[in-house]
C-alpha cells in the first residue's frame, strides 16, 4: 500500500511571493489534514477535509494561506504571499475516516528568505 | 500552558539502556497516539491508543486514562532509535481526529 505522498520536499521562496504544495491521501482515506510544523514546535493543524469538504480550518490564516480538495482525493495547499513566519515543515496525513488513525507524509520543508 | 506537556525535552542515552518518555494532557481525549520523527521531517505513527499497554517490538505504550498520562518506553535502545518522540492527544472537542500534539521528546541514543 503506497504511503501518503507530498511533493515538493524542499522549497526556498523569498518573502512576499507564493507556493504551493501537493498531497496525495492513502487511497481510501475519506479524510485528510494539512499541518505546519515551525522548528522546535509539535505541528499545528490547519485545515481538515472529509471528502472534499472542509471539516476544520479554525487554525488557517485565511488572508494567506488556502487549501482545496475539490474532488476528495488529492489537495493543495497554498500561501500568497509569504512571510517569513510561514519558514516550517508542512505535513500533510490522511485517515480511513476522521478520528482513525493518521498516516503521515515525508512533509516539504518551507524556507521563506 | 500547553493541552500536552512531554518530558524530557532532550534525552540523551547509552546504547542498551532502557528509556522512557513521558505525556501529560489536561484534556478529555478519545485517543492517544504516539509518533516517531526522524531529521528530514517525516513522521511514522507507532502507537494508538485509548486504554492499558500496547507493544511492538522494543517499543512499550502505556496509557492512565484516570491520571491523564501516557508513557512510551523503549527496551534495549539502538542509535537507530535516535528521533523525535511526539506525544499527541485526540480529544472529544472540536473536530472529529484533531489532534493536539506535544513539543515532542528528542532522543539521542549514543553507541
Known amino acids: 500500500e503506497a504511503g501518503v505522498a507530498q511533493s515538493p520536499r524542499y522549497k526556498i521562496i523569498e518573502k512576499r511571493q507564493s507556493v504551493a504544495f501537493w498531497c496525495n491521501p492513502i487511497?481510501?482515506?475519506?479524510?485528510l489534514y494539512w499541518y505546519q510544523q515551525i522548528l522546535g514546535q509539535g505541528p499545528k493543524l490547519l485545515i481538515q477535509?472529509?471528502?472534499?469538504?472542509?471539516?476544520?480550518d479554525s487554525q488557517l490564516p485565511k488572508d494567506r494561506f488556502s487549501a482545496e480538495r475539490l474532488k476528495g482525493v488529492d489537495s493543495t495547499l497554498k500561501i500568497q504571499p509569504a512571510k517569513l513566519e510561514d519558514s516550517a515543515v508542512y505535513l500533510c496525513?490522511?485517515?480511513?475516516?476522521?478520528?482513525?488513525?493518521?498516516?503521515f507524509g515525508p512533509g516539504t520543508r518551507l524556507t521563506v528568505t | 500552558k500547553n493541552e500536552v506537556e512531554q518530558s524530557p525535552q532532550n534525552l540523551t542515552a547509552q546504547e542498551g539502556e532502557f528509556i522512557t518518555i513521558n505525556c501529560s494532557y489536561s484534556?478529555?481525549?478519545?485517543?492517544l497516539h504516539w509518533l516517531q520523527q526522524h531529521p528530514g521531517g517525516g513522521i511514522v505513527s507507532l502507537f494508538m491508543?485509548?486504554?492499558g499497554k500496547k507493544k511492538h517490538g522494543r517499543l512499550i505504550a502505556t496509557i492512565n486514562i484516570q491520571e491523564k498520562h501516557s508513557s512510551l518506553h523503549i527496551t534495549a535502545s539502538h542509535p537507530r532509535d535516535s528521533a523525535v518522540y511526539i506525544c499527541?492527544?485526540?480529544?472529544?472537542?472540536?473536530?472529529?481526529?484533531?489532534?493536539?500534539f506535544g513539543k515532542g521528546t528528542k532522543l539521542s541514543v549514543k553507541p
Open positions: 496525513a490522511s485517515s480511513k475516516q476522521g478520528g482513525g488513525e493518521q498516516y
Open positions: 487511497s481510501g482515506h475519506a479524510t
Open positions: 477535509f472529509q471528502n472534499n469538504g472542509v471539516v476544520d
Open positions: 484534556v478529555g481525549i478519545s485517543a
Open positions: 491508543l485509548s486504554s
Open positions: 499527541a492527544a485526540m480529544n472529544y472537542g472540536g473536530s472529529q481526529g484533531n489532534l493536539i
